[in-house]
């Protein structure tokens, strides 16, 4: 049991290691506290039987990194919007385009007899 909380452990807190560094950091969180309960409950397996192994505690500072590191990122890191005016012009283009091709389709020539309808 021990072994299995250990390995989910280590596991979570390597994956929170590389997610945290992803530019979508703030997903890190989940296998953080993944690794921290399964780290906790080995922790108190390994403690039970009086061997505490080194490897728990490194995966409680792995784990502290990756949330040092996500939490850096989306406290420092902010993202610029820039120019929206431009965006604007141009999404109210494609829309005058799009309704000038809808209006040189001719809907009424369509036969319904072919349809079935």
Known sequence: MKKTFTILAIIASVLAIIISVLPLSNLAIIPCTIALISGLVAFYLSRKRGEV?????????????????????????????????ALEIKEAQSEEEAIEELNELDIDEIELEDTGL
């Open 53 to 85: 192994k080194k490897i728990i505690q490194f995966t409680f500072l792995l784990t502290l990194i990756a949330l040092a590191i996500s939490g850096y990122k989306s406290l420092f890191n902010t993202s610029k919007i820039s120019n929206t005016k």
